[in-house]
């Protein structure tokens, strides 16, 4: 029985999912005191990315776009401004009430993997689910491994894993829930460029099959070459938004940032 009671909203989606929410992004400012002054790092970011886009955002170290995501995925609280996933103000929500919403409708890839050393490869991949009282589908955790190209892992701990395996691990947990929407913090920054490119066709084809709605963060414009849009920051600002450009359009813009 789940925790909330609703197994529908918070437990595990039915297989295929749904389609993406738009986000909508409004006069996004964060503000940091550090020592003795005070750091703008966002600074009235104003910007939508469509249902069953994909989009990286880049910059030079500093430039905000970190800070960005983790507003935009509701792991940060702006200082001002307004976010949206779909219908729903995420800014206005209590803690609790995002919490939940970010585990039913969101999924988080990160270059630190975040895995529980203790736990195996299966339990791993289920933990938000099991976190919000949600039934474990052994099925589709054996899928979803399968997908990753890890089929048979099941039982095997983390720290027995390569780190590309474990950057697969944390896809599939991501995953798991059929998210609505994708957010990944440099995916393939701790990988060998094979390995992170089938990480990013894992990606790219959660947007093109079931119309997930990703925002990535890199500094790699290969990364970036997978997306339909990139967006360029600095200083906390948006300077650049292009659609579908090619690799050395974005490495010669990247480089003209830093």
């Given at each position: 029985?789940?925790?909330?009671?609703?197994?529908?909203e918070?437990?595990?989606?039915?297989?295929?999912?749904?389609v993406?929410r738009e986000?909508?992004?409004?006069g996004?400012r964060?503000?940091?005191e550090?020592?003795?002054?005070?750091?703008h790092a966002?600074?009235?970011?104003?910007?939508?990315f469509?249902?069953g886009s994909?989009?990286?955002?880049?910059?030079?170290?500093?430039s905000?776009?970190?800070?960005?995501l983790?507003?935009?995925a509701?792991?940060d609280?702006?200082t001002?401004?307004?976010?949206?996933?779909g219908?729903?103000?995420?800014?206005?929500?209590?803690?609790?009430?995002?919490?939940?919403?970010?585990?039913?409708?969101?999924?988080?890839?990160?270059?630190?993997y975040?895995?529980?050393p203790?736990?195996t490869?299966?339990?791993?991949?289920?933990?938000?689910?099991r976190?919000m009282?949600?039934?474990?589908d052994?099925?589709?955790?054996?899928?979803?491994l399968?997908?990753?190209?890890?089929?048979?892992c099941?039982?095997?701990r983390p720290?027995?894993l390569?780190?590309g395996?474990?950057q697969?691990?944390?896809?599939?947990?991501a995953?798991?829930?059929?998210?609505?929407?994708?957010?990944?913090?440099?995916?393939?920054?701790?990988?060998?460029?094979?390995?992170?490119r089938?990480?990013?066709?894992?990606?790219?084809?959660?947007?093109?099959e079931?119309?997930?709605?990703?925002?990535?963060?890199t500094?790699?414009?290969?990364?970036?070459g997978?997306?339909?849009?990139?967006?360029?920051?600095?200083?906390?600002?948006?300077?650049?938004?292009l659609?579908?450009?090619?690799?050395?359009?974005i490495?010669?813009?990247?480089?003209?940032?830093?």
């Amino acid at each position: 029985m789940s925790l909330f009671g609703n197994e529908q909203e918070y437990g595990v989606r039915p297989e295929g999912g749904g389609v993406g929410r738009e986000i909508r992004v409004r006069g996004l400012r964060r503000e940091f005191e550090r020592g003795g002054g005070r750091v703008h790092a966002l600074q009235g970011v104003d910007v939508t990315f469509a249902p069953g886009s994909f989009t990286a955002v880049m910059g030079p170290s500093g430039s905000g776009k970190t800070t960005l995501l983790q507003c935009v995925a509701g792991m940060d609280r702006p200082t001002r401004g307004s976010v949206h996933w779909g219908p729903t103000e995420i800014t206005r929500l209590r803690e609790h009430r995002l919490a939940r919403l970010r585990r039913s409708t969101v999924g988080f890839v990160f270059q630190a993997y975040n895995l529980m050393p203790a736990m195996t490869v299966a339990e791993n991949v289920v933990l938000p689910t099991r976190l919000m009282g949600g039934r474990t589908d052994r099925a589709r955790v054996g899928r979803v491994l399968t997908q990753v190209g890890l089929g048979g892992c099941e039982k095997e701990r983390p720290g027995r894993l390569s780190g590309g395996q474990q950057q697969r691990v944390a896809i599939a947990r991501a995953l798991y829930n059929q998210p609505e929407i994708l957010f990944a913090d440099e995916p393939t920054g701790a990988l060998d460029r094979n390995t992170g490119r089938e990480i990013l066709r894992l990606l790219r084809e959660g947007v093109e099959e079931h119309g997930r709605t990703c925002v990535m963060v890199t500094h790699d414009p290969l990364a970036a070459g997978f997306a339909d849009r990139v967006l360029m920051m600095t200083d906390g600002e948006l300077v650049e938004d292009l659609t579908r450009p090619s690799v050395a359009v974005i490495a010669e813009k990247l480089g003209g940032l830093s």
